[in-house]
């Protein structure tokens, strides 16, 4: 499994067949996927997958237990962390705070051997103070700094020592929920004139899906799923997948007829869905169980009776609640023989209206094409 870069065809980083065990726990077992220059990857999943454990496997704080990692071409199994071409920034920075800005950035290239004259650190120092947008911020001590202007010290003390690869371990998790997303931003604009490779550990699916060139989501230490958030999100293999790559409504049933237009499901209540398979997925088997997946933004939501907006699949409900969360309404919707099901409806579609309220009869719709019938694995 590769990721997408703007420099196809050179390899930063590159597991080969890579496990490691610590006592009986197999943090990563088996996996291999290749980096490419400039690429922004990252490792998705929940606690426990195997992502950070991947993260220190790269970084040198850990070893393989069998398998091989190579940085640029080269094996660095055995080879310690302060020796590899990577630098890292942890998810609470660890910033000296008996120091300021300048002496926190400069730090790494004052322990050098040799160490670069005082006129070239206050040089680069500078430098890389304005790449990350905090000129004139050198003198301030760590705790006179914002959130968000400590994550660009941690993010410039990695950066001034021209790594071939920048590490992030969750380095947002502690902003709140604006400074995050203005953060995400940011990360994503210093990749891009930096030009290096950075690979991102987190468990929010959000972020990564903003952010990112390639996600890697990992399961009980295996790789699960690898490609572009578009194809992640528009062509799940399995329900995990989908599931844990934004909010999704599942039908669960059995196979009763699969073909080239269409996987035909039947429900408990004998009612029938029709989906398409994602691509590159084996044809399920008659009588297997499967699910149907419909994204919460593809179903239309219209007053009980409608037939929908030219639609193929239509099915009945009442409102359960609604939230107004400005650019859209998100409702529940319980229905007979499928559950409650979530619908988002955007507020361009509703501005003629008030929208639905408790209690109301609905007609849900969607497109065949817009349902994927799913496996468990």
Known sequence: MSSQSSNPGVIDIEFRGVTKRFDDVVAVDDVSLTVEHGAFFSFLGPSGCGKTTSLRLIAGFDQPTQGDVFIGGKSVVGVPSHKRPVNMVFQQYALFPHMNATDNIGYGLR???????????????????????????????????????????????????????????????????????????????????????????????????????????????????????????????????????????????????????????????????????????????????????????????SAAGDAGNATNIAIQGQVLNRIFLGEHSEYLIATEGFGDVLVLSPKSIESNSSGFTPGDRVTLSWKTEAALVLGET
């Open 111 to 301: 322990q050098r051997n040799p160490k670069p004259s005082k006129k070239e650190i206050v040089k680069r120092v500078d430098e890389t103070l304005e790449m990350v947008r905090l000129s004139g911020y050198g003198k301030r001590k760590i705790w006179e700094l914002s959130g968000g202007q400590q994550q660009r010290v941690a993010l410039a003390r990695a950066l001034i020592n021209h790594p071939t690869c920048l590490l992030l371990d969750e380095p947002l998790a502690a902003l709140d929920r604006k400074l995050r997303r203005e953060m995400q931003i940011e990360l994503q604009t210093l990749q891009r004139d930096v030009g290096i490779t950075f690979i991102l550990v987190t468990h929010d699916q959000e972020e990564a899906l903003s952010m990112s060139d390639t996600i890697c989501i990992m399961r009980e230490g295996k790789i699960i799923q690898s490609g572009s958030p578009r194809e992640l999100y528009d062509e799940p293999l399995n329900r995990y997948v989908a599931d844990f790559v934004g909010k999704t409504n599942f039908f669960n049933g059995e196979v009763i007829e699969s073909s080239v237009s269409g996987v035909s499901v039947k429900f408990e209540t004998g009612q029938i869905l029709v989906g398409t398979q994602p691509k590159d997925v084996s044809p399920l088997n008659t009588n297997s169980k499967a699910s149907i997946a419909v994204r919460p933004e593809m179903i239309s939501i």
